[in-house]
């Protein structure tokens, strides 16, 4: 069974620097997505950036960027210039196309942004 | 587009009430996904459809839970009788099958069970 896993239940950042979060999945695919979704404290779930396995080249979105090492089964996000808005929880998610749309979710992050 | 819609965005109820939540996926959608997150258990996937048609629904805690989609613009998950353990904010999501199946999310409906 895939399992998607976020071993920092919290992190912290100051305002303006940038941070971090990890992720690590377990699949024997080799055609897979992976997603990091931000739920600030409104509780709307959005989609950050997402990566498809079989590119290469980390995708960014402007401040946002992730590190995918498929080999690792690793893919952290990058949060640059961070800001107050970015405080939120974040989950990582896996998606394998002959699985059906499920999702599998990990269990979040919660960062804080300290002026 | 409105994005995925979900009413109530809060529901109070007492135990042994029925409680039906309501969703409409984004125009075009064909899979539509039901979840729940608490704190204690997270971010918990209940059912999902494709084509209006229920493909797993393992998540769904017992049987006092029931969902439906009876066409491409409208589901409902419902529960009878309601528990207190059942408190909770419950999310729908939309996507195209197929491709990258990216998920949309409605804004939730905050569940509390007196």
């Known amino acids: 069974a895939q399992t998607v896993t976020q071993s920092q239940p919290e992190m912290s950042v100051q305002e303006a620097e940038t941070v971090t979060l990890s992720c690590t999945y377990d699949t024997s695919e080799s055609d897979y997505y992976l997603f990091w979704y931000k739920q600030p404290p409104s509780r709307q779930m959005i989609l950050v950036i997402r990566q498809e396995a079989y590119k290469q080249q980390n995708a960014t979105e402007n401040r946002f960027s992730v590190n995918f090492q498929k080999a690792a089964k690793s893919f952290s996000l990058k949060i640059s210039d961070s800001q107050l808005g970015d405080a939120a929880m974040y989950f990582c998610?896996?998606?394998?196309?002959?699985?059906?749309?499920?999702?599998?979710f990990g269990t979040g992050t919660s960062l804080t942004v300290i002026p | 587009d409105a994005g995925v819609i979900q009413s109530p965005r809060h529901e109070v109820t007492e135990m042994g009430q029925e409680v039906t939540l309501r969703c409409k996926p984004i125009?075009?959608?064909?899979?539509l996904f039901w979840y729940r997150q608490t704190m204690m258990r997270g971010l918990e996937l209940l059912i999902y459809f494709n084509n209006n048609v229920p493909i797993d629904d393992s998540g769904m805690p017992e049987d006092r839970f029931s969902a439906k989609m009876p066409n491409a613009s409208f589901s409902t998950l419902k529960i009878q009788p309601s528990e207190p353990r059942d408190s909770a904010v419950y999310f729908c999501?939309?996507?195209?099958?197929?491709?990258?199946?990216?998920?949309?999310f409605g804004a939730g409906t905050r569940l509390s069970v007196l």
């Open positions: 125009s075009g959608h064909n899979s």
């Open positions: 999501a939309s996507s195209l099958m197929g491709g990258v199946g990216i998920q949309y």
């Open positions: 998610a896996y998606r394998a196309p002959n699985t059906g749309n499920q999702f599998y």
